[in-house]
């Protein structure tokens, strides 16, 4: 049986690392790591995260920043907004919690963001440092979506994982997940292989990785017996499928079949309780980043 | 026995395809494409590839502007170089050719060419455009040391391989040439695998390949048993090996056993004579797309 991955834990433990460092930072220079949340809207859901990331930024010592625009808001406005966090020196993160209103161009304003304070990765020149040998990019992708390509790393990294010289494929080959995840693994050492929605037969694939990022975005798609003894399978989707006997009328599940494949796999994470819980705190992580990286720079 | 993809005979294709449309441009806005090739200090290889360009501009219509810099010359005035080309409205590519004299940081002047005219594709915002869907990098990276990862695709396309749905291997990862091509395949909706130092028994891996790109920089490390029958195998290496039976005292060889492989492979380029000849192709198409993105927009 496979050891389950608790991300939870995980995240505790980088949680309590953060703040200690956050501690540092204030007793030698006298300044916090500043992280702006910027929210469009009355959404439930993005509330909801968004809440939770000031939230976590109020347990950890990170001062944050409430932006809370009108759903009516123009562009042009939302980018002025931008553009002020980008000039504010104590900010040293910022985040647009999306989806974005219809008449909103997301891309364009994501990319008003000035990279030092993408702590979200997305910027273009971030992959494309990602990407590149010898360059590193400023930020680790880390999604607004509780996905998280650099959280995939992490968990394997602390459970013990080896990546160099390893087999490794990467099911999917989204932006914000699976692409970056791939980039990672690569820099890391491991062979790495992407399979996508164009592959044919991908459990002959599968089958020889020592590790498995699962970012396709079908439900359990990944059978136990496509799995590699001893393998460490790292599972980012988080579906919803129908279940009559919940109150909500559904529940979570991943692109793995749990159940099946944990035993087999050497290692696992569960959705949900896996890589959803690390979300957050690789956008925190982010923002220490950054804050260090000014205050350092500018003290 | 393997389909010998003559190298020299679709650069020669895609010369006269530019050829005809500097003439369209020429016609209907009465402007050509307009190239700078930068060459500081006197090497004599350097000045043979600089030589070479600027001969291929001239016979496809493509305006040359050549910048001939002293060895001596500080960074801080090569940059300002490279801004006044940037200002050139005449000018729609621009061409450092490297290495530059020890005293001078590449990557730092490379970085000063302006994205729209950053033909060789090096810049990272270039890179991690092409590494993300829906978004499409200005330029393919197209290297000046006579490899180039979308030479490999233009290959593969014009020799009638299809690329969708295969499995493709790419041996080696260096930001010139393994990385673009792994990303350019993977754009294509091949299935992926990027091999390298780190891998352990690469041959594995190249078996199930229907299509291989060469870029190790390892004279003849993928023999003949590695091949598929049928696949398509693409070498842009060229490693110089002692032969004493030539005046030089060397001769060219690729990544790829040429002579067993091409017993099995379906496709082969020849090392020389296969990737080498389209780099400077490459080249001078990435110049004509800029002239015509330019020109067709401020006309």
């Not at 220079?29 to 929210?39: F, H, N, R, S, T």
């Not at 009355?42 to 409430?66: N, P, T, W």
């Not at 020196?89 to 974005?100: E, F, K, N």
């Not at 592959?199 to 002959?204: F, G, I, K, L, V």
Request: with cysteine; aromatic share 4%.
């Amino acid at each position: 049986m496979a050891t389950v991955i608790d991300g939870k834990a995980v995240a505790q433990t980088i949680r309590s690392e953060i703040a200690d460092e956050v501690r540092l930072l204030s007793q030698k220079y006298g300044k916090v790591p500043g992280l702006a949340v910027v929210i469009v809207g009355h959404r439930k859901d993005s509330q909801s995260y968004v809440g939770m990331k000031r939230k976590a930024c109020a347990e950890l010592g990170i001062k944050s920043f409430d932006v809370d625009l009108p759903e009516q808001i123009s562009q042009a406005e939302l980018i002025k907004q931008v553009h002020e966090l980008n000039a504010n020196t104590d900010v040293h993160g910022i985040l647009v919690q999306l989806p974005l209103p219809k008449h909103i161009n997301e891309e364009k304003v994501l990319s008003e963001i000035s990279l030092e304070k993408d702590v979200d990765g997305f910027h273009p020149l971030n992959i494309g440092k990602l990407a590149m040998k010898g360059r590193d990019p400023l930020f680790l992708p880390c999604t607004p979506k509780a996905k998280c390509s650099s959280a995939c790393l992490e968990l394997l990294h602390r459970s013990g994982v080896t990546i160099k010289g390893k087999q490794a494929v990467v099911v999917g080959r989204s932006n914000i997940v699976g692409l970056p995840a791939s980039l990672l693994l690569l820099k890391a050492d491991a062979t790495v292989t992407t399979v996508h929605s164009h592959t044919s037969q991908p459990e002959n694939i599968i089958r020889e990785a020592d590790i498995v990022i699962a970012a396709a975005g079908q439900p359990k798609m990944i059978k136990g017996s496509w799995i590699k003894p001893g393998a460490a399978v790292i599972d980012v989707g988080t579906n919803a499928v129908d279940d009559p006997t919940r109150k909500s009328g559904y529940r979570l599940v991943g692109d793995v079949d749990f159940e099946e494949a944990s035993k087999t796999a050497g290692y696992i994470t569960p959705v949900p309780g896996g890589v959803g819980p690390m979300t957050v705190t690789m956008l925190l992580k982010n923002t220490l980043e950054g804050a260090k990286r000014y205050i350092e720079q500018n003290s």
